[in-house]
T-cell receptor, first 114, second 114 residues
Framework: AQSVTQPDIHITVSEGASLELRCNYSYGATPYLFWYVQSPGQGLQLLLKYFSGDTLVQGIKGFEAEFKRSQSSFNLRKPSVHWSDAAEYFCAVVRYSSASKIIFGSGTRLSIRP | NAGVTQTPKFQVLKTGQSMTLQCAQDMNHEYMSWYRQDPGMGLRLIHYSVGAGITDQGEVPNGYNVSRSTTEDFPLRLLSAAPSQTSVYFC?????????????FGEGSRLTVL
């Protein structure tokens, strides 16, 4: 079955520290991959997406993610976090050629320590 | 520039009552969908539509109905509310389905069923 795993439920990092949020997926072929962010009381907003090509993709707000086929991973990174990055982050996948169904991970809540 | 608009933002129902969550988008998106968000479970797809007159089931469709009479509107109906339907509901739309385009989310509707 198609699945997306975000192994970390809650992460706390200090402001200015680097961040890596993990995402693993299970598919036979390369899926389309997304990271979304949800601020408190808001809907989700797309941070970045990967369809093909360069495995390191840049997104908004200084985030980047790297697709590693060998590890079935699509981890999100940021070199230096800001207090405003506190939010919940969701990894999502769409299986290539399977239209209209995007599967979300369970999310990782990020807290920022002053 | 409204984007995706959901109403109401908050609703309390008694078991057995029915109600409709409204969703409207002004971006001329063909694809629209409804998700529910529960703690620790991420977002789960309830129903989706790839265009006016076309709807299909997602992962958790039981207890919900949808219709798509216009491109702009995609209401979600709860026929007989149950406590298990207590959740936050998100409507999302996309110009090209979810395999090539990003989803645009509403701000959510928090439903409590007593």
């Amino acid at each position: 079955a198609q699945s997306v795993t975000q192994p970390d439920i809650h992460i706390t990092v200090s402001e200015g520290a680097s961040l890596e949020l993990r995402c693993n997926y299970s598919y036979g072929a390369t899926p389309y991959l997304f990271w979304y962010v949800q601020s408190p009381g808001q809907g989700l907003q797309l941070l970045l997406k990967y369809f093909s090509g360069d495995t390191l993709v840049q997104g908004i707000k200084g985030f980047e993610a790297e697709f590693k086929r060998s590890q079935s991973s699509f981890n999100l990174r940021k070199p230096s976090v800001h207090w405003s990055d506190a939010a919940e982050y969701f990894c999502a996948v769409v299986r290539y050629s399977s239209a209209s169904k995007i599967i979300f991970g369970s999310g990782t809540r990020l807290s920022i320590r002053p | 520039n409204a984007g995706v608009t959901q109403t109401p933002k908050f609703q309390v129902l008694k078991t057995g009552q029915s109600m409709t969550l409204q969703c409207a988008q002004d971006m001329n998106h063909e694809y629209m969908s409804w998700y529910r968000q529960d703690p620790g479970m991420g977002l789960r797809l309830i129903h989706y539509s790839v265009g006016a007159g076309i709807t299909d089931q997602g992962e958790v469709p039981n207890g919900y109905n949808v219709s798509r009479s216009t491109t702009e509107d995609f209401p979600l109906r709860l026929l007989s509310a149950a406590p298990s339907q207590t959740s936050v509901y998100f409507c999302a739309s996309s110009y090209a389905g979810t395999n090539t385009g990003e989803l645009f989310f509403g701000e959510g509707s928090r439903l409590t069923v007593l």
